[in-house]
């Protein structure tokens, strides 16, 4: 079974998403365990897959039969590996944890919920695993047009505009990066990545190859939500369903972020991006402004989630200017965070959904006493923060050393002012709402202060979630060492030679 995990892993959440879809008209209850056992059994397939690139090498799985250039090729390093893992878990632990609200909140719909959710996670594993480029753009559209029916699916007043806004952004996105792919089909015939690359040495000088570059990077830089086009990001996940804000928010951003590490060193190669262009401080210097601009933007947000997503912003000037820094130590880095943010994301944005399920509101002045009323949640809020702040042994940590190291190596000082910069900023919004958790009056407007109202803490279902993923962001710390020296660095160092 083994050598069939590469497709099972895509194919079982599609045919889950179809057997949702059809159990929804008849047996209902059979839906979510549907969902959790096609996601449950993809989770597995990555881990396998993983383990056998780290024991193995890379592995390459012909779609149908056919060899690549002519089939597609899914193929897989210890690079796509990482983020296969920290996808599919995210989305089963997601999925698992949120279900009970999901029913709660779409009683007639909640099979039209999973069947989405499934397809949504069904393009994400797509998009890591694929070697061609245009199943790439394909797998694209699949994860954007569920996201923005699942993003309309939340507030009734907000949530329709914010889809609608992102739709718009994404559909230039995809435009730009199916443009690119034209350019590159037209000078090389072939779409398989692996070939390209190949194809590509001699035609470094083409300003048809220049174009579709930019055209490329333009794309996957709307998708991500990278400053200055970010404006999408912070309503759509703001007022998206819960559990659609802890899923997307960790890891749509981050795939597209892949994305393009994956085009840099594996098609138009390092020694095109950054040899032959001459981009790479004008990318640094745009990350660095991403990182400033999401910092000072979350300070002057009142609720919970969107202070959340401007730190999004800010993480995605994290891998940016770590990728663009051009050295092995940044782009170590840059991945090694790719990773990390995805787990520490997710933490605070799951926590997020079990206050906003006990409160009713995500505003910080409601927040009053929350550490007596739901410990084990605000345990696992604090350990989501002091991930992003960057305190040691959390996994944040060890990816911003990485990072100012490459950026030292580099010699660009602005790049490190910008990291430490946002860690502090990052202290000053998390001890806001620690602040006001602890010992804050609550607000005493129409949402009312909650010091009359009883809070319990979360569901068990989404407590257990939660603390296994806060202790995560430790182990993920304690062993980041060993995932850039065996997992990261095999794959980069030979884009760098």
């Known amino acids: 079974m083994i050598q069939h995990c590469p497709a099972l892993l895509v194919v079982v959440p599609l045919i889950s998403a179809l057997l949702v879809a059809a159990c929804g008209w008849f047996a209902k209850r059979a839906c979510f365990p549907i969902a959790v056992a096609g996601l449950g059994t993809s989770a597995y397939c990555c881990a396998r897959i993983f383990t056998k690139v780290i024991l193995t090498g890379p592995l390459s799985y012909h779609l149908g039969g056919w060899p690549p250039p002519w089939g597609i090729a899914y193929q897989i390093d210890g ?26 909140a779409f009683p007639d719909r909640s099979f039209a919920f999973y069947s989405l959710y499934l397809l949504f996670v069904t393009g994400l594993l797509g998009i890591v695993v694929t070697g061609d480029l245009f199943n790439l753009y394909v797998l694209i ?51 398989n990545m692996a070939d390209v690359s190949s194809l590509l040495p001699p035609l470094y000088n083409s300003k048809a190859i220049l174009i579709a570059f930019l055209l490329c990077m333009v794309g996957a830089m709307i998708k991500m939500g990278l400053f200055p086009v970010h404006v999408w990001l912070p309503n759509a996940y703001t007022y998206a369903p819960g559990p659609v804000g802890s899923l997307m928010a960790p890891l749509a951003t981050k795939v597209m972020v892949y994305v393009m590490v994956r085009l840099v060193i594996t098609v138009f190669t390092t020694k095109y991006a950054f040899g032959v262009l001459q981009l790479s401080q004008f990318l640094v210097w745009l990350g660095s402004l991403a990182i400033f601009a999401g910092a000072f933007f979350a300070l002057s947000q009142r609720n919970l989630r969107r202070m959340l997503t401007y730190i999004i ?22 991945i090694l965070h790719l990773v990390n943010d995805t787990l520490m994301t997710f933490c605070v944005f799951l926590a997020a959904v079990a206050i906003g399920n006990r409160l009713g509101s995500l505003e910080i002045s409601n927040l009053k006493e929350l550490f007596s009323k739901m410990p084990f949640t ?5 350990a989501g923060a002091l991930s992003i702040i960057g305190v040691p042994p959390t996994c944040g940590f060890f990816s911003k050393w990485y990072l100012i190291s490459g950026a030292l190596e580099a010699g660009n000082y602005v790049f490190v002012v910008a990291l ?64 850039v020296s065996r997992v990261i660095m095999p794959v980069i160092s030979g884009s760098f030679m």
Not at 79 to 104: C, H, M, R, Y
Not at 313 to 334: D, F, R
Request: glycine share 14%; net charge negative.
């Open 378 to 382: 605000m345990a696992g809020l604090v």
């Open 420 to 483: 430490l910069f946002s860690s502090l900023v990052s202290v000053i919004l998390f001890f806001r709402v620690f602040e006001v958790s602890l010992f804050g009056e609550g607000s005493h407007g129409e949402h009312g202060s909650h010091g009359t109202v009883e809070i319990e803490e979360a569901s068990i279902s989404i407590v257990i979630p939660l603390l296994i993923v806060a202790v995560s962001l430790v182990i993920l710390g304690v062993s980041s060492g060993y995932i």
């Open 141 to 191: 559209e699949i994860t954007a047009i569920t996201g923005y029916a699942l993003i309309a699916m939340g507030d009734k007043r907000r949530a329709p505009i914010a889809s609608l806004h992102y739709l718009f952004m994404g559909t230039v996105g995809a435009s730009f990066y199916l443009l690119g792919v034209g350019f590159i089909y037209t000078k090389t015939g072939s779409l």
């Open 313 to 334: 912003v800010s993480e995605i000037g994290y891998m940016i200017g770590g990728v663009w820094l051009g050295n092995k130590t940044a782009m170590a880095g840059a």
């Open 79 to 104: 690079l796509n590996g990482i983020v296969l893992v920290a996808v599919s878990a995210i989305a089963f632990l997601n999925l698992v944890a949120t279900g009970k609200e999901v029913g709660e």
